[in-house]
């Protein structure tokens, strides 16, 4: 066996020379993370920012196991070993560091984002530009977690000798391949490009209200091959990114999120329109949900069955205000004709003559 140095004139064997070189290095990285660690916390309550509380959260972590991990690998250096101990051993570091670092990237990522989902709240009575905003950064946040993640597992598999001999032997058939490997990736190549057209053009964007398949409901989710659609009866309807592309769709926010309301009742002739425009300004002037934008109230049918068409037509902020606010005026206003002028709900005429009793034979 292999001596050098002694404590205590013992001599000292050189794998435990090496196990304490090891051990120094990573107290030295978990000292080095704490004081880190303690530097954020003094400062976070100091300075009351989004960045600082963000990183301690995400990054406390993995930076625990990259620093120790780092001066372990810078360690190596100056430890005493045959190659074939120091090769497995600096690879497995190596794999490791590639590894934490991508983790320390993508949770970057996630503190930026907590700093613009912030910034861009989407409780704003008008989001309109948040909405558009978050729409861009979600997907753009998952696309750069994908290339870290690609990146990372190509970097791994390329360190090891196989995988590059592989590698070599594969690019003569690069021709062949690609082919092949554009058909067989062709839908999921139309979704991620149908994943930037919407992330740019924004047709949809996070939060927006939607008419799909005949379903009202939010746009919860955009990731970069489908769209997560909020039901308001809370399910979920999962549609392929590309649905929102090729196929028609009913966006209710793409300007703005103010919207009308209407509300129709079939009543019978005699009903009087103008108490009804009085209750209606009444009832609209006592209601929180209503903007003050439009307050109308119209006849704008006759039917075959004798009754008319009235329209009560008002407007509110957002689609969930409009139609608490149609379901409102609805009970408000048959409530207010029951009451006072139930003559002239809807109803069936029939005539009666005189008949000539005569013309009946007994």
Known sequence: MQYIDQIFGYPIPLFFKNLIIGLAAVLLGILIKFIIHKTFILLSRWWDFIIIKSTIKHLRRPVAVFIP??????????????????????????????????????????????????????????????????????????????????????????????????????????????????????????????????????????DDVLIVEGEWGKVEEITLTYVVVNIWDQRRLILPITYFIEKPFQNWTRVSADLLGTVFLYLDYTIPIE?????????????????????????????????????????????????????????AMISFIQNHYPESLPKKRLEFRDIDKSSFRP
């Open 275 to 331: 108490p009804m425009r009085q209750e209606m300004t009444r009832l609209l002037t006592l209601n929180p949900l209503w903007d003050k934008r439009v307050n109308v109230v119209q006849v704008t049918d006759s039917t075959k069955d004798g009754a008319i068409e009235v329209r009560f037509l008002m407007s509110a902020s957002n689609s969930s205000r409009a139609f608490d606010l149609r379901c409102y005026v609805r009970e």
């Open 69 to 206: 991990l780092l001066l372990l690998n810078f360690s190596l250096t100056i430890m005493v070993m045959e190659p074939e101990f120091r090769l497995p051993i600096a690879k497995a570091l190596e794999i490791a560091l590639t590894i934490t670092f991508a983790l320390i990237l993508v949770r970057l990522i996630n503190v930026l984002e907590d700093y613009f989902y912030l910034k861009y709240d989407l409780n704003k009575e008008n989001n309109l530009k948040e909405r558009k905003i978050r729409t861009q950064l979600q997907f753009v946040r998952k696309f750069i977690v994908s290339l870290i993640i690609l990146i990372t597992a190509a970097i791994i598999l390329l360190s090891f000798e196989s995988m590059r001999k592989i590698g070599a032997g594969l690019l003569t058939g690069v021709g062949i391949g690609g082919i092949i490997i554009g058909f067989a990736a062709q839908k999921s190549l139309g979704n991620l490009l149908a994943g930037f057209q919407i992330a740019f053009t924004q047709p949809i964007r996070i």
